[in-house]
């Protein structure tokens, strides 16, 4: 249980372009889930919290404009990198949780995303 | 503010012992600590989750301990073995369900 995916696994885009990646939670409903950026050996920073319904909370120094995070439903929540620049290049990696029942949170496999 | 810092950056360690891994933190009280196994380039794998009001935890061969007092929570993996080479995150959350991670550390068990 507890299955967490991510699409594409990784995507290569030209500068100024926008890229969707995709995150949804495959055997239970994710209230919450959580978008991340991981630079090469550098641990996880959390981007966003995304609550289903609602607008997502950006974590200060975010761009919310840049990063648009949409959580439709219990079981899907999409990051879009508009306008991508090569610094945007890195390890997006999102988890999802069952807020209010337990504090595990559980990841999906990372998107490598490559901005040209 | 919040700061995590995991003892080292590498642990090198034979097949057969125990790894001990440390995870100290400052300026904050958190609800409860998680650790993470993390492959290259992959996510992270959920391992062990601890409350601030838990002493220790255990599962199969692995092992946490939480001191609130001293702001450091250990993760010990007995019987280690090569399969177990990967980098270990320690995460600490609170109310909020956010997640602060520490840098991790590299562990690397010889057969």
């Known amino acids: 249980g507890a299955v967490v995916s991510q699409h594409p696994s990784w995507v290569i885009c030209k500068s100024g372009t926008s890229v969707k990646i995709e995150c949804r939670s495959l055997?239970?409903?994710?209230?919450?889930m959580f978008w991340y950026r991981q630079f090469p050996k550098q641990s996880l920073m959390l981007m966003a919290t995304?609550?289903?319904?609602?607008?997502?909370?950006?974590e200060q120094g975010v761009e919310k404009d840049k990063f648009l995070i949409n959580h439709a439903s219990l079981t899907l929540s999409t990051l879009t990198v508009t306008s991508a620049h090569p610094e945007d290049s890195s390890f997006y990696i999102c988890?999802?949780?069952?807020?209010?029942?337990?504090?595990?949170?559980?990841f999906g496999p990372g998107t490598r995303l490559t901005v040209t | 503010s919040q700061k995590i810092e995991q003892n080292s950056e590498a642990l090198n360690i034979q097949e057969g012992k125990t790894a001990t891994l440390t995870c100290n933190y400052t300026n904050y009280s958190p609800a409860y600590l998680q650790w993470y196994r993390q492959d290259p380039g992959r996510g992270p794998v959920f391992l062990l989750l601890i409350r601030e009001n838990e002493k220790e935890k255990r599962k199969e061969r692995l092992k946490v301990t939480f001191d609130t007092t001293l702001k450091q929570s250990l993760f010990h993996i007995t019987a280690s073995q090569p399969a177990d080479s990967a980098t270990y995150l320690c995460a600490l959350g609170d109310s909020s369900y956010k997640l602060i991670f520490g840098s991790g550390t590299r562990l690397l068990v010889r057969p």
């Open positions: 055997d239970f409903q994710a209230t919450t």
């Open positions: 995304s609550n289903e319904g609602s607008k997502a909370t950006y």
């Open positions: 988890s999802a949780m069952l807020a209010g029942v337990s504090y595990e949170q559980y």
